[in-house]
Nanobody
Framework: QVQLVETGGGLVQAGGSLRLSCAASGRTFSSYVMGWFRQPPGKEREFVAAVSRGGGNTYYTDSVKGRFTISRDNAKNTVYLQMNSLKPEDTAVYYC????????????????WGQGTQVTVSS
């Protein structure tokens, strides 16, 4: 069982930056692939980024490549999403999620989810 709590969301102007954090409970954090997803207003939840268990491999959706960076600190049971050059279309509720096995982009493959944190980018 893993419990996830996201923090760091807020209101930012276009071109600005935010850093999301996701703190996990439990002693097996390093055994899980971690992902970030987002759900824009009125749309389906979508994959943003994922990081392998050791942190050596990362994956991004095309729209955030070069702007967002996912990382993890297994000693702190925390995964991060650094978001730079934010755009109004990045506005969404951002969720972190955990799964065992290999990293994938499929939402339904992730077993554990946080409650989400709102990110709003003004133009």
């Amino acid at each position: 069982q893993v419990q996830l709590v996201e923090t760091g969301g807020g209101l930012v102007q276009a071109g600005g930056s935010l850093r999301l954090s996701c703190a996990a409970s439990g002693r097996t954090f390093s055994s899980y692939v971690m992902g970030w997803f987002r759900q824009p207003p009125g749309k389906e939840r979508e994959f943003v980024a994922a990081v392998s268990r050791g942190g050596g491999n990362t994956y991004y959706t095309d729209s955030v490549k070069g702007r967002f960076t996912i990382s993890r600190d297994n000693a702190k049971n925390t995964v991060y999403l650094q978001m730079n050059s934010l755009k109004p279309e990045d506005t969404a509720v951002y969720y972190c999620a955990a799964k065992s096995g290999i990293a994938v982009i499929t939402t339904t493959a992730y077993k554990y989810w946080g409650q989400g944190t709102q990110v709003t980018v003004s133009s």
